[in-house]
């Protein structure tokens, strides 16, 4: 005899035929390794965001409309505000709980987007966007664009002076684009800004748009999750065939704990960090800007290419066009364009069409170690020019030598970074090389008969063996016989191709992993 239950499941699989699917995502195994938490962190951080953002938006009104504010907070009592700061201000004094939830909200987007970012360093320094898994990267790469728009729009919505005072530079940045700027403007704040409507289209935008397709991302980065194999760090047992990991009853489980240990950690911050506190930024006014004012990190690098660009314009025909907007404009998107296209740049120059499920360990490809490195530093040299007065405010330095190192810096620092990355994973290399051949250093010294001190070694056992020499080495491409150039000779593109695979895998672009026959005859075995 069928309990009830046992009914409603039969019927249920009968028209889903879900009790297969499950069958084989339970057959699943996931590796184990604290860097695919990552992922996890910005998988649950959005779910925090979801939930505290369904709150908040039972109290917060999305008008610009000016009314007097009538809230507890006295020193604003009297003051004509606008119903999305009256709402605000509400929400943060006069809800039960209002406050944290609030912060909570705040707190989540920050670490989001953190994790996010964090998540897809991890993946493009360890090769994980190779094929087949290079519609992940794109994904995760939009969701990453999608993340920092929502947090830009999330943040304007209190309308206070602080992020009005964001929006005057989001503004003027939309202007000096060429032809339509003036168009976007007016689109997106209703009129001359700042507008009636920009409180409302911002929620719009917040509340429905950017979390709408953030969710079908989401949806389709799980998808392929579950559908695909996942990649693994190579060990002994592991190869482009096999997955070696914790079964999917063991990854849900710590997933679970993992989940109410990230929204614990959120909720803690929260109520011991206190972040954006908008009544002591008072209600934005077009006619004051907010001293020392300061973006979320993630928009830093936008502000701070912005801030150090000289004011040039150029006149023609009768117009402007505002260098000193544009230019940190089109460097901001062409940074991250090169971010979202590299998987596919290194497919074209490797030549590679295979599958490949085991990572890379950073230090065995340099080249793209040291182009991530110098990506980053560009983003921290700009991160820092976003801070310039606040810097020379408290070193006590002039604002304008803070904006020529940071000028300076964005030239020189990247060259630099790469040049070191580079060198120290060639060095990191050379000596795996010689700890393969000779063996591990012990520190004890033995004096050999004719009087020669030497250091002993240890040879290396074979899990370590294998972790050191399991990875591939490409080879550059030959230089290009012919093609459809001029005279038959190889195109431009083909000799583009060549050239930047001799960078990536020429000489002195990787040191030479030992062969088994070296092994071999210095190890006499």
């Not at 008008?63 to 709402?87: I, R, T």
């Not at 202007?175 to 704040?189: A, D, E, H, N, W």
Request: proline share 6%; net charge neutral.
């Amino acid at each position: 005899m069928k309990v009830s239950g046992e009914k409603v499941a039969e019927w249920a699989d009968a028209r889903l035929g879900y009790r297969g699917r499950a069958r084989g995502a339970l057959r699943k195994a996931f590796p184990d390794h604290w860097s695919f938490l990552l992922a996890e962190i910005w998988l649950y951080s959005f779910v925090v965001l979801v939930l505290t953002g369904v709150y908040l938006s039972f109290y917060f009104h999305p008008s610009s409309e000016q009314v007097v504010y009538q809230g507890s907070y006295g020193p604003l009592q009297g003051q004509l505000v606008s119903e999305a700061f009256d709402s605000t201000m509400h929400l943060s004094f006069d809800v039960r709980g209002g406050l944290l939830i609030r912060q909570a909200h705040h707190w989540a987007a920050l670490i989001f987007v953190a994790a996010l970012f964090v998540h897809m360093m991890r993946v493009f320094f360890t090769g994980a966007f190779r094929k087949p898994r290079e519609l992940h990267w794109v994904l995760v790469f939009s969701l990453l664009v999608l993340a920092m728009f929502g947090g830009l729009t999330g943040y304007d919505l209190p309308n206070d002076l602080l992020s009005g005072t964001g929006l005057v530079v989001v503004n003027g940045t939309i202007l000096s684009v060429p032809i339509v700027g003036t168009y976007l403007s007016m689109f997106l704040f209703g009129g001359e800004f700042p507008g009636d409507d920009l409180v409302a289209r911002f929620n719009a935008i917040h509340v429905l748009v950017i979390p709408a397709l953030m969710t079908v991302l989401i949806v389709a980065l799980v998808a392929l999750s579950l559908r695909g194999r996942p990649a693994q760090y190579p060990g002994p047992g592991r190869t482009n065939r096999n997955v070696v990991g914790v079964p999917a009853q063991v990854f849900l489980v710590k997933s679970a704990g993992f989940f109410f240990l990230v929204c614990g950690v959120i909720f803690f911050v929260a109520a011991v960090a206190q972040i954006n506190p908008v009544w002591e930024y008072g209600p934005y006014r077009p006619d004051q800007v907010s001293a020392g004012s300061q973006p979320d990190w993630y928009m830093g690098v936008a502000d701070g290419l912005l801030r150090v660009m000289p004011g040039w314009e150029i006149s023609a025909w009768g117009h402007t066009l505002a260098l000193d907007n544009l230019i940190p404009l089109l460097a901001g998107f062409g940074l991250f364009l090169v971010m979202g296209a590299y998987p596919f740049i290194e497919a074209w120059v490797t030549g590679d069409d295979r599958e490949q499920h085991l990572l890379d360990r950073p230090r065995n490809r340099p080249v793209r170690t040291a182009l991530g490195a110098a990506w980053l530093s560009v983003y921290l040299v700009a991160l820092t020019g976003a801070a310039n007065d606040v810097i020379a405010l408290r070193l006590h330095v002039s604002v304008n030598s803070v904006t020529w190192a940071v000028r300076i810096g964005l030239f020189v620092v990247p060259l630099v970074v790469y040049f070191v990355a580079k060198r120290w994973a060639l060095g990191l290399q050379r000596r795996d090389r010689d700890k393969v051949l000779h063996g591990r250093e012990t520190g004890v010294v033995k004096r050999l008969p004719h009087g020669e001190y030497v250091e002993v070694h240890e040879p290396l056992g074979q899990e370590e063996l294998y972790a050191l020499t399991a990875h591939e080495q490409y080879a550059p491409l030959p230089p290009p016989a012919g093609g459809n150039g001029d005279g038959g000779g190889p195109t431009r593109v083909q000799q583009l191709r060549a050239g930047l695979s001799r960078r990536f895998y020429g000489g002195g672009s990787q040191i030479r992993k030992p062969t088994e026959d070296e092994y071999k005859e210095i190890t006499h075995s």
